[in-house]
């Protein structure tokens, strides 16, 4: 199995930045691809990011491509989300996550984090 724990959300300033972090604890976490969603209020989960075990290949959503990085540790089990040039609109619950492959991670998670808080004021 594995763990997911979310840390670094927080408030920012639009035009902030902040880092998401998301350990990891089980014996098969670098096998997994791993990444992030977000829900807003009033909205649907959305894809974030994903990072493939390797690290190699990532995919990201259209709305943070050029904003957002992510990256991923497995020496130190943790996995990255940087945020750059953040907006209110990304303001939202961001979940780690953890799926079998990059191909599989939208609709096949295998674990979820708790979330962390993130909020863009204007």
């Known amino acids: 199995q594995v763990q997911l724990v979310e840390s670094g959300g927080g408030l920012v300033q639009a035009g902030g930045s902040l880092r998401l972090s998301c350990a990891a604890s089980?014996?098969?976490?670098?096998?997994?691809?791993l990444g992030w969603f977000r829900q807003a209020p009033g909205k649907e989960r959305e894809f974030v990011a994903a990072i493939d075990s390797s690290g190699a290949l990532t995919s990201r959503a259209e709305s943070v491509k050029g904003r957002f990085t992510v990256s991923r540790n497995n020496a130190k089990n943790t996995v990255f989300l940087q945020m750059n040039s953040l907006i209110p609109e990304d303001t939202a619950v961001y979940y780690c996550a953890a799926a079998g492959s990059i191909v599989r991670f939208r609709n096949e998670i295998d674990y979820w984090g708790q979330g962390t808080q993130v909020t863009v004021s204007s």
């Open positions: 089980g014996r098969t976490f670098s096998s997994y691809a």
